[in-house]
């Protein structure tokens, strides 16, 4: 297994962690679809800054261009509106944990759409870190720590979470195709941000009112709602395109999908209160899932 592969898969982890964290705020001060909007924006054109400079438009396969499409459509607009609501209603830790379901459903896909084979041991690896995340989440924080209150309907929620999870599966497995194909992770990455924010400026268009911010931001609120779009759009997605490109799409998403781990200790020192004990059993279970994947 490419040790690069799986390397750029834990680091989407930490860019998803550092990214949620980052972006609880924004999103309840600016609204979910506000959000979206501005952070399409900066991160497409970051994206197609950087495939120009490195010449990457060349390697695209534009045969795959309905993967890319779909990609846009589902893995963009719908499920960044949806994890951005279920993070404004959740709270980052929550939005974690149900993002992470985005493995199962990942290597459903990677089954019926690509035939790939997740082996015993890597099946029971996956059980074992979904288990540890589970565990972690549930019992991540104190009861006292503000970012744990849930706003509105619980159901909706974990559905919108759920939603998001996948989304971000159907948008990596279809792109896998064109990436095999030849097509550079990071121009794909590009292209699928760059029709996202098209379809949102058509959105936008139509429906103006829909993605006003609730409060008009300044500049610091500004670079706050940049900053994890960033993170999110441009470093995480590339690194997790890369490690779908190398390894059966299941297991990177799932190596992809640490994230609820990583954010523990970045909580902790957020809001100064402790993880308990539970949720570092989480953390080792999840650690003991990766290793039965990895060998």
């Known amino acids: 297994m490419p040790f690069l ?16 964290l980052l972006a609880h705020k924004p999103a309840t001060l600016l609204g979910p679809l506000a959000l979206t909007r501005i952070q399409l924006v900066w991160a ?5 800054v950087l495939v120009t400079l490195q010449g990457g438009w060349n390697s695209v396969v534009w045969s795959h261009w309905p993967a890319f499409v779909i990609a846009s459509i589902v893995g963009v607009v719908v499920g960044n509106f949806a994890i951005l609501s279920c993070l404004q209603r959740g709270g980052p830790r929550r939005a974690q944990l149900l993002l992470s379901m985005n493995g199962p459903f990942a290597a459903v896909l990677g089954f019926v759409f690509l035939g790939e084979v997740l082996t015993a041991q890597k099946l029971l690896g996956g059980a074992l870190v979904l288990a540890g995340l589970a565990l972690a989440i549930r019992y ?6 503000r970012l744990e209150d849930i706003k509105g309907s619980a159901a ?3 559905a919108l979470g759920l939603l998001a999870a996948a989304s971000n599966a159907v948008g990596l497995v279809f792109l896998k195709p064109a990436m095999l194909a030849g097509t550079d992770p990071l121009a794909a990455n590009a292209l699928r941000t760059a ?3 098209l379809i949102v400026a058509l959105l936008v268009l139509w429906r103006p009112i829909m993605f006003a911010p609730i409060n008009k931001p300044d500049i610091r609120l500004s670079i706050l709602a940049i900053t994890p779009g960033i993170l999110g759009y441009v ?14 799409a299941g297991v990177a998403v799932i190596l992809g999908s640490a994230a609820p781990i990583l954010i523990l200790p970045m909580i902790w020192a957020f809001t100064g209160q402790k993880p308990r004990l539970l949720a570092w059993v989480g953390a080792m279970l999840a650690v003991t899932g990766t290793a039965l994947i990895l060998t």
């Open 235 to 248: 470093v995480a997605v590339s690194l997790q395109l890369y490690a779908v490109r190398w390894l059966d």
């Open 156 to 158: 909706v929620m974990i």
């Open 5 to 20: 592969a799986v390397a750029a898969a834990l680091g989407a982890s930490f860019c998803w962690a550092a990214g949620a």
């Open 44 to 48: 497409a054109a970051a994206l197609v």
């Open 140 to 145: 991540g924080s104190n009861s006292r720590d």
């Open 195 to 197: 029709g996202g924010t």
